[in-house]
Structures are given as structure tokens and as C-alpha cells.
DNA sequence: ATCAAAAACTAATAAGCGTTAGTTTTGAAA
DNA sequence: TTTCAAAACTAACGCTTATTAGTTTTTGAT
């Protein structure tokens, strides 16, 4: 008769919560059963039930708890006084290090979440709207005062959040960079572009690469 | 007694994997079952077997196919004479109107592939792993180059194919934006970079944001 | 019209699912 | 040591799953 251990500062809930979000990451939240989490822990399923509610209830918590520490972040983001880029690279280095600590959870809440049920489905959907919606409101005011160049901020946000969720591939082979640079080369990336900057700066003829080979 | 009415230029077995595909992106497919493939259909669910051989069969068809089409792609630039940094950008112009065009079975390619069974998840997840690395290898010789600023290939590989799987999202959410802008933003993303770039050559005197060291 | 093959059907299989009921064990407070 | 609740257990429920077997209908070529 095995027991479940509750995770240092936390509940046995939790340990439930943690031992799942792991086996819902590696083989899908419906693929993933009650006895599959269970074993993972060391107990037989019923026994789970005396400190969770059902499988649906770990999935409804994983999801909300990520999503409202996203808000809270964005919130805490748009009340500051930073430039607009800088707001927009403070959520990206935000997202980046929430991949990095919390992917599991992470990661869930981002390809698991059309598996919650009916009603809490809704109230989900409309809380990632919002918070892309106050994104691209972010990125749309750091154009308009020529922080940031003329893209359609709603193509931005989507680049950016699905830039960051490709972490997840990272996390899962190994990380074979460090946190560090990972986050400083994808900012690099996302806020700074891909293209070579020379130190006199070419006019923005972009999609054209007119540059001869050694300069 | 209704019947599969197989695509144009198809066949029945491509109308199943159609509908399936559907589903698939929209439930998942181990929340898939045959009798909503069928219902979708408008037959029995054992009336499927007449055409193809497992579920199983639908995810390996649609996954390899997927996969057989990129590194084709892939080996004809390779092959090309283009700049490095050329080559990279028609790869990301492949991938988005693969995106656009075929979302449903790049989706499934891109998310469903951990439910392959066994030998053949092994086998998708070599050819996955070394198309990011011949993608890789593009990078680090447009780095050697001068053509690609100085970031870490293996970051930017990661950035570049999940920024591209985030259209999956624009898919779903009614295409806010038409396709063609949708490519060139995105491409003017990854390519140039989020960073403003002034027509007059003086890149001192406007608004730019100094990266911050740290958050 | 005939006949065979293709493709639909119904019925049923064994296995697995989330969850409940009822019972036993455990561990700490009295 | 007794007591009681928390937390484990076993057994089982009703349902769904992918798939198979066996049968009937449809279809197209002769």
C-alpha cells in the first residue's frame, strides 16, 4: 500500500497535479488515464479521488493557474512606463522564462486546453482573445510612435507566442543550449531579426537580399 | 445504406483521411474515435475497414506524407545557388503556404505525431531531427557568411518552425488577415526582425529601444 | 440478366475508460 | 491503548473504444 507524497510546500493534490501535467505533456491529456497517473505516482486510481475531484478538475487547474499568471504579468506590463518594445520584449523574456520553469503546465495550457470541458472551454477561449487583443493593442501603439516597424500586430502576436511555444521542443530534447542564451538569442531574434545589420543601416528594401556574398 | 463519395481526383481512402484529418485537428486524435470519423462520413464506423486498414494508418499516412513533402523542399534549396539567407526564406515561405494550404495535415504532422505507434514514432522522429538540422546547417553557413547575424542556429531553427506552426492559430480563428499578407509579415518578422528600421542612415536619432541587460 | 467483387450493414468481441461504493489500513491525537 | 478520520484498497458499474466476423446490398462488367 503505497502512498502519495505530497511535493515539498504542497499538497498531495499538487502531487497529483505535477505527476499528471508530466504524463498530459509526454502523451496528450485523452491518452492520458487515471491509471496511467496512478501508477506514475504509485497508488491504484480510486485512491486518487480522495483529493481531487475528477480528471477534468486537474486540467481546469493547470490551465487557469497559467493563464492567470500571464494576465497578472500583462497587467503589471501595461501599467509601467516603459517604451512600447520594451514592454513587448519584458512579456516575450516573461514568456520565454515561464517555458523554461513551468513548461509542463505551460505547455498544457497551450495544446490541452480545447480538451476542457464545455462551459470552462468558453471562458478559456475568451481569456486568450483578450490577452492577445491587449498584446497586439501594446505592439499597435509601439508603431504608431515608430518603436517598432510597420507589421500587422496581430500577425506579431501570433509569431511571437507560437515562436516562444516552440521551447517545448527544446525542453523535450535535451536542452542542448542553456536557459540563458536560449532566451537571449530568441529575444535577439524575435525583437532584433534574423537579418545581419551592418553598421550603417540599409534602407528597409527587405524581402529583397541584394547583399553580395563577403560584402 | 449511404456510401464515402471519394474526392475529386481521390480516392475513397483520401476522402476518409480528409474527414479524418478534420477531426483530428479539431478533437485530437486519441479523443477521435472511428465512430466520428464515420458519423462525419455518413457511415457505419465498420464500413471504414473496407478502405483502409487501422486509425493508426490515417495518422501515418498524413504524418509522412507531411514530413516527405518538406524535405523535399528542403533538398531542392539546399541545391540551389541562392544566399543562405535566400535559402531560409524560402523555406519559411514553404512552410507558410503549406501552413495555409494543407493546415489540416500540417497540424496533425506537427502535434499528433507522439501517438505514432512505437517503430514508426522512432522513425518520424529521426527525419524530424535531421531536417532541423540541415535547417541548422543553412543557418550557421548564412552565419559564417555575413548574411545572418550572430545567434545560436539550433534557437533559431526552433524559432523560426514553431513561429510558423502559430498560423494553425490564424486557421482556426476565421483568417483575420489575408494570406498574402500574412506570409509577408511574417516573413518581414523573421527576416528583419520586430526592430524599426529608419530610411535615413543615422541610427542615432529616433526612438530605438537599447536592449536591457536582464529582466 | 447474371455473377462476382466491392462496399455497405448488424452484431459482437475484448479491452480500457472515468468513476462510485464499500471496506480495510494507516497514523496521529486523546 | 483507544478512537476516528484520512487515505488507501478491491470490486464493480456503465460506457466507449478499435476492430472482427458474418451477412446483405450495391455496383459494374459480361
Redesign the interface.
Known amino acids: 500500500m503505497a502512498k502519495i507524497v505530497p511535493a515539498k510546500n504542497g499538497s498531495k493534490k499538487d502531487a497529483i497535479t505535477r505527476k499528471a501535467s508530466a504524463l498530459f505533456m509526454?502523451?496528450?491529456?485523452?491518452?492520458t488515464s487515471m491509471r496511467d497517473i496512478a501508477e506514475a505516482i504509485g497508488v491504484e486510481a480510486p485512491s486518487l479521488y480522495n483529493h481531487i475531484e475528477s480528471k477534468n478538475e486537474i486540467l481546469k487547474d493547470v490551465c487557469f493557474r497559467i493563464a492567470r499568471l500571464f494576465t497578472n504579468h500583462l497587467r503589471e506590463v501595461e501599467l509601467s512606463p516603459e517604451?512600447y518594445?520594451?514592454k513587448?520584449?519584458?512579456i516575450i523574456?516573461?514568456h520565454i522564462?515561464m517555458m523554461v520553469e513551468e513548461y509542463e503546465s505551460v505547455y498544457i495550457s497551450e495544446?490541452e486546453w480545447?480538451?476542457l470541458p464545455g462551459p470552462l472551454l468558453n471562458d478559456f477561449k475568451t481569456r486568450r482573445?483578450n490577452y492577445r487583443l491587449r498584446l497586439a493593442a501594446i505592439l499597435q501603439k509601439g508603431i504608431d510612435?515608430?518603436?517598432?516597424?510597420i507589421?500587422?500586430p496581430?500577425?506579431?502576436v501570433?509569431?511571437?507566442?507560437?515562436?516562444?511555444?516552440?521551447?517545448?521542443?527544446?525542453q523535450r530534447?535535451g536542452k542542448?543550449?542553456d536557459a540563458k542564451?536560449?532566451e537571449e538569442?530568441?529575444?535577439?531574434?524575435?525583437?532584433?531579426?534574423?537579418?545581419?545589420?551592418p553598421?550603417?543601416?540599409?534602407?528597409?528594401n527587405?524581402?529583397t537580399?541584394k547583399?553580395q556574398?563577403?560584402?
Do not use: C, D
Open positions: 509526454k502523451k496528450g491529456f485523452p491518452a517604451l518594445l520594451s513587448i520584449e519584458s523574456r516573461f522564462s495544446h480545447k480538451h482573445r510612435n515608430k518603436e517598432i516597424g507589421i500587422n496581430y500577425v506579431a501570433l509569431t511571437i507566442l507560437s515562436a516562444i511555444s516552440g521551447i517545448e521542443s527544446w530534447s542542448k543550449v542564451s536560449l538569442n530568441m529575444v535577439k531574434i524575435l525583437v532584433e531579426g534574423l537579418r545581419y545589420q553598421e550603417i543601416k540599409s534602407p528597409s527587405h524581402l537580399l547583399r556574398k563577403g560584402l
